[in-house]
């Protein structure tokens, strides 16, 4: 078999039966496979130099076509409410089937870690068909010293194969597209898809499966720190994670996935993968620099064919279109990926409602509360038949990806606040003044007031009152901040058509959590809301 590349790892083959593979390229930087991707016509390559690539039918994720191998690894500790099973003999099926596919093609493969703590980190293989997919892992992952490759050997391998089809009648999947996950042969084989992002939340899965047994905490979210702090920031589409936490007085230690162990925060990734899609430059400007950068991977980005300009605003080939580029692009970007035990956590929340406060404290049963139930709210217009605001639940604010129960997590966050003695805040950006379409949006000068008052400490010493709906503890004045923007109910002028928002909130919130009243202490079930 022929190689290319200045390390192979030929036990790492051995293992997994490649032998027969006709041609693997390790470890190949990022010049020789932006080089290559190009030369095989796989991008275009826009003004300034990012890599622009098309994703085809799949522009997301294929949460339906994810499927776990259910076996005596799995049977008790994978929550199959949420995740879809596969039988042994199916994704042995389908190895067998990839391995053939696989046989006569030219193949990459990147040796990387899931893991900036040292103690923790996850060593793990990406093979992939295509060299924008390897370009576009060595950005969202960590790139090993020269020392760590030395004897370096994967606890986990991800094989992306966008051309394979899988059929359904004899690998038990839902289409052509899968994405299984067999924990007990530490294999993930993902097939008919070219959405990268499939090979990144695979890691996220794989990482949120392993650490809680070692005590360690996965979490979807992003991290900051100051001289002598830091922050972490949950939040699902649209609350402003990414916005709240790029700040440029504090040093980002990642944007979406992170770890908290014994030694403190750590990120998974050494990258970033964006949303681009009307990304403004006066709001996000670091992110947009990242537009104009070689290297960066951008997916179904509109570009003009003769001028090679890019069209951020331009959806016509995604809604969800990104942008995957290092860490070391973001300018205060740590470059260790790690800091110290968090002293505040943000759960970040758009309210269309209008109900929620614009910060509450919570109490460590309260963050547990909220944690598990992970609440947002679309707004009329976003997807079709959304007419009025719509709540969005989805535990741990990352359910696609847990594939323990969620108490498990939540019991753990809740065991580390306490130890720590973190603050925790819950912060609604989104309406004020009654429902999207009657209220407005929550300033976001107000917002990064609030958010800096907590996180130096001086929320603190506020005064407090008790909110009547949820229980937390609320701010009665806040130095920079109108103090009547701090009690939802006064900034409606119908009283009873806040009375009755809220109620309709508490009932969602209170139906949602049912499904976990038999997992959690009596604490946690006392701390959400009390339906009338």
């Not at 925060?265 to 537009?291: D, H, Q, V, W």
């Not at 269309?352 to 406060?357: I, K, M, S």
């Not at 038949?385 to 990806?401: I, L, R, Y």
Request: hydrophobic residues 40%.
């Amino acid at each position: 078999m022929k190689h290319t590349g200045t390390h192979v790892n030929e036990a790492a083959l051995t293992a997994l039966g490649l032998e027969k593979a006709q041609l693997l390229n390790w470890n190949w930087p990022n010049a020789s496979l932006y080089e290559e991707a190009v030369r095989r016509g796989e991008g275009k390559v826009a003004d300034h130099g990012p890599l622009v690539v098309k994703t085809g039918q799949h522009t997301g994720r294929s949460a339906t076509d994810k499927f776990v191998v259910r076996d005596a690894e799995t049977e008790n500790s994978v929550w199959w409410d949420q995740n879809v099973s596969m039988t042994p003999s199916q994704f042995d099926v389908l190895w067998g089937d990839f391995k053939s596919y696989m046989s006569d093609k030219e193949l990459f493969v990147q040796e990387l870690f899931g893991g900036a703590d040292l103690d923790h980190r996850l060593p793990v293989n990406i093979i992939t068909e295509f060299a924008w997919h390897s370009l576009f892992i060595r950005h969202l992952l960590r790139i090993p010293a020269t020392e760590d490759l030395q004897g370096f050997m994967a606890e986990f391998t991800i094989i992306s194969l966008p051309g394979f089809r899988a059929d359904p009648a004899r690998h038990g999947t839902r289409s052509e597209t899968v994405i299984a996950v067999n924990m007990s042969q530490r294999l993930v084989l993902i097939g008919g898809t070219s959405y990268a992002g499939e090979i990144k939340k695979s890691v996220f899965s794989i990482l949120n499966y392993l650490l809680p047994k070692k005590a360690i905490m996965p979490m979807h979210c992003s991290v900051n720190a100051g001289d002598d702090d830091s922050a972490i920031f949950f939040g699902l589409s649209g609350t402003g994670k990414t916005t709240l936490s790029a700040n440029p007085d504090r040093t980002l230690i990642g944007d979406d996935e992170h770890g908290w162990s014994e030694n403190g925060l750590f990120n998974f990734e050494g990258g970033c993968y964006a949303k681009m899609i009307r990304l403004s430059e006066k709001a996000e400007p670091e992110i947009y620099a990242t537009t104009k950068m070689w290297g960066t991977v951008l997916e179904n980005v509109v570009m003009d064919p003769d001028n090679r300009s890019l069209d951020l605003d331009d959806p016509s080939l995604a809604e969800n279109s990104r942008g995957a580029y290092p860490l070391t692009a973001i300018p205060n970007a740590s470059a260790t990926g790690r800091c110290g035990h968090p002293n505040n956590i943000i759960m970040l929340t758009a309210d269309a409602f209008g109900v929620l406060p614009p910060i509450a404290r919570m109490s460590p049963s309260q963050a547990m509360y909220h944690f598990l139930s992970g609440y947002t709210a679309k707004v009329a217009g976003t997807e079709k038949g959304v007419t009025e605001p719509q709540a969005t639940f989805s535990t741990c604010f990352g359910a696609p990806f847990m594939p323990r129960h969620p108490s498990e997590y939540g019991n753990l966050l809740r065991d580390l606040i306490a130890r720590h003695d973190v603050n925790c805040w819950l912060v609604n950006t989104g309406w004020t003044g009654g429902p999207y379409g009657t209220g407005e949006r929550m300033p976001i000068k107000a917002t990064r007031a609030l958010l800096a008052a907590a996180l130096d400490g001086s929320l603190n010493s506020a005064e407090f009152r008790k909110d009547e709906n949820f229980g937390l503890e609320v701010p009665v004045s806040v130095s920079g901040v109108d103090s009547a923007i701090l009690d939802p109910r006064g900034t409606w002028v119908d009283k009873d058509a806040y009375d009755a928002q809220a109620a309709k909130l508490v009932k969602m919130f209170v139906d949602n959590f049912a499904k976990y009243t038999d997992h959690v202490d009596p604490d946690v079930r006392s701390a959400g809301p009390i339906a009338a």
